[in-house]
């Protein structure tokens, strides 16, 4: 078996797209999904399953959960060891890392968007664009920041799901076996 992190983008935000952490628990172990666990309501998962890839875990809980609240979730698998890289080359200096979100990709940008959104600034604000993840820092907190995750996906035309340092760390700490 191997163990998936599962990142559910743009559910249980503002009321929308409600997914019960419980309920999605035992629809996944019905799924045969084992050991699942969930880290707060934004829609974590720490899974292990007998599926070989990334992509299939994340299409067989997409179907899952479409099936069962009759709506369409994005979904993001990644190994420990996936996740743990894009943490760890985060380019931020530690104090700035530990106020940083980490907005990964569900595909590579494309190379001339990322040149044209690299040109944009706001102070107190800094990015860096990788083929996996945006790295975000702002000094002014994110519910303030004009760089958010819609941002980014309007400008790359690409969909993210941002997860900030502490979650990040707690998703890498529940997922050490």
Same mark, same amino acid.
């Given at each position: 078996?191997?163990?998936?992190?599962?990142?559910?983008?743009?559910?249980?935000?503002?009321? @929308?797209?409600? %997914?019960?952490?419980?309920?999605?628990?035992?629809?996944?172990?019905? =799924?045969?999904? *084992?050991? %699942?666990?969930?880290?707060?309501?934004?829609?974590?998962?720490?899974?292990?399953?007998?599926?070989?890839?990334? $992509?299939?875990?994340?299409?067989?809980? /997409?179907?899952?959960?479409?099936?069962?609240?009759?709506?369409?979730?994005?979904?993001? &698998?990644?190994?420990? *060891?996936?996740?743990?890289?894009?943490?760890?080359?985060?380019?931020?200096? @530690?104090? @700035? $890392?530990?106020? &940083?979100?980490?907005?990964?990709?569900? =595909?590579?940008?494309?190379?001339?968007?990322?040149? *044209? %959104? +690299?040109?944009?600034?706001?102070?107190?604000? =800094?990015?860096?664009?990788?083929?996996?993840?945006?790295?975000?820092? +702002?000094?002014?907190?994110?519910?303030?920041?004009?760089?958010?995750?819609?941002?980014? *996906?309007?400008?790359?035309?690409?969909? /993210?799901? =941002?997860?900030?340092?502490?979650?990040? @760390?707690?998703?890498?700490?529940?997922? /050490?076996?």
């Amino acid at each position: 078996m191997k163990q998936y992190i599962v990142l559910l983008r743009g559910i249980n935000v503002g009321g @929308q797209k409600k %997914v019960p952490m419980a309920n999605l628990r035992k629809m996944l172990t019905e =799924a045969d999904f *084992e050991e %699942v666990r969930t880290y707060i309501q934004s829609g974590n998962v720490i899974l292990k399953t007998n599926l070989n890839d990334s $992509k299939s875990v994340s299409a067989k809980v /997409a179907h899952v959960i479409k099936n069962h609240f009759g709506f369409e979730v994005e979904v993001l &698998s990644k190994t420990r *060891e996936e996740l743990e890289e894009i943490f760890n080359n985060c380019p931020f200096p @530690q104090e @700035q $890392k530990e106020k &940083s979100y980490f907005m990964m990709l569900f =595909a590579e940008p494309n190379k001339e968007l990322v040149l *044209e %959104v +690299s040109k944009i600034s706001f102070p107190n604000e =800094a990015f860096i664009i990788k083929s996996e993840c945006i790295y975000l820092y +702002s000094g002014i907190g994110y519910g303030k920041s004009k760089l958010n995750n819609n941002f980014f *996906e309007r400008k790359l035309k690409i969909s /993210a799901t =941002a997860r900030n340092y502490n979650t990040m @760390q707690k998703l890498l700490s529940l997922s /050490a076996d």
